[in-house]
């Protein structure tokens, strides 16, 4: 227990009313900070976790004893510079991290909440982490950033919260969630659930949790991140510790092996049922489709600056998908810079050591950063 | 700062809105964001210049005017620039139609191919012409449709654009285009800058 006391989290308390139509309060929503908040609170960056990460973005962390998920972009000197913001990332509700989700344990039941947590989506995820600004008393943001699920984040919050922040980076993302990307959603879904210890959700953590099913959600999932390029260069037909192949069914390949191990480690970090709940948010989300069709109406009168990224190797959230929010906001007037990243790193690319992709961020937040303190902005 | 420009930031009004169809590495529009007060957007092509532009914290997306600029609105801008790129596209025709759709005024510049080096290598040596602002042999240019400063003058005729101000830039020596001197500056002129209007 005493690693789960260091998760910093607060309770809000205020009603928020969901999507689904359920209201909830008094709720634990966790969350880190990395840098200090300036005198003039204006370089606080809110970031957005995807959908497995968690609030840990940097340095190690404590739960899991390995390194923030964002590691490579936040941190002292990096992309989104420590030394120089205030960067606070939250656990979305529905995650498995300290915030309200379906492993929390219900008071009534004394048991965690399961399949009994309501369903969630992306705005009811921001609605819930925007309490944290009031909380830290922050009235503006310089930014909010995230990739894939972040991203969707990204754009929720400048819509439901128009100038809040000066600067967006909603990266590989999408502002509506495609058939494809449902179908491998459903397809981990459905791992989870025909997984016999998954009970209706009501499975208890501790002992017998649906980890074999969940395993091969991950693996599937871990396949899309990826680019068939970046696979072949990295395993080819490259064989598991032996010399031949088996004629059986073991990991003869090492791409087999990888993914076995990728499944492995993911069930001691990560709740089934957290998994069923994101997915569905992410599927849920068609920002476009809130608009009445137009996106561009999402953000309406905007005076933030975007900057969107794309990667040429991602084919779960392709460059057409981000462009689209380019156009969406080309159509408004809005400012916004656009770049594809030349990279074989697949969707994964945004939490890689992508040099460029690190080093343009890096430069384009420092630079807008000291525009905006010389009010050329 | 290249003396094109120059004149072309001296085209542009304070606080205007302005595209810049092909920006490079983003030094006019710095160089308008800080001394003209303008809204200032790029659209570019290279990636490595994108991310340049980027890094300094101008809005630049990545993309072509052939397919880019259908995404930006009527009048948009009241200002929209293309520096030395109108040669380089499949249909120059096309562009130049998008350019005076999205920007109350348009700012084209091209290298004359009427200047009397580049006759001159034609006629006398019978090579492709190869000049400073024309840097490339016939198997590796970039430029697709090259034209005069005449040739110009000419298609907006044709098309029923308007020129508004037209200036020849030769080694630095700005000077007025106009009818009357029309087939000298062709002559003389490295460059045309052109302020267009529908």
Redesign the interface.
Known sequence: MSDLNKIKNIIIEKTLKLDCGKEISNFPLAYETYGNLNEKKDNAILIFHALTGDQYASGINPITKKEGWWNYAVGPGKSFDTDKFFVICANVIGGCMGSYGPGTIDPLTNKPTGTNFPVITINDMVNAQYNLLDYLKIEKLFAVAGGSMGGMQVLQFVSNFPNKARVALPIACTASHSAQNIAFNELGRQAIMSDSNWKEGLYDQKSTNPDKGLAVARMAAHITYLSKKGLQEKFGRNLQERSDLKFGFDADFQIESYLRYQGSVFVDRFDANSYLYITRAMDYFDLTKQFGGNLSKAFKDTKT?F?IISFTSDWLYPTSENKDI??AL??I?A????????TDKGHDSFLLDVP?FL??IK??LN??YS?INER?I | MKEEFKVISKFIEEKSRVLDVGCGDGILMEYLSENKVVDVRGLEISKEKVKKCLSKGLAVIEGDAENDLKQFPDLSFDYVILSQTLQAFMSPENVIENLLRVGKKVIVTIPNFGHWKVRLDLLLKGEMPVTKNLPYQWYNTPNLHMCTIQDFFNFCNNKRVNIYKSISLNEKKISNITTSNLKYKNLISELGIFLLEK
């Open positions: 600056k900057f380019v156009i080309n159509a007037g400012d916004v810079g656009f770049v594809e990243i030349e460029d080093s343009t430069n384009y630079t807008t525009n050329r």
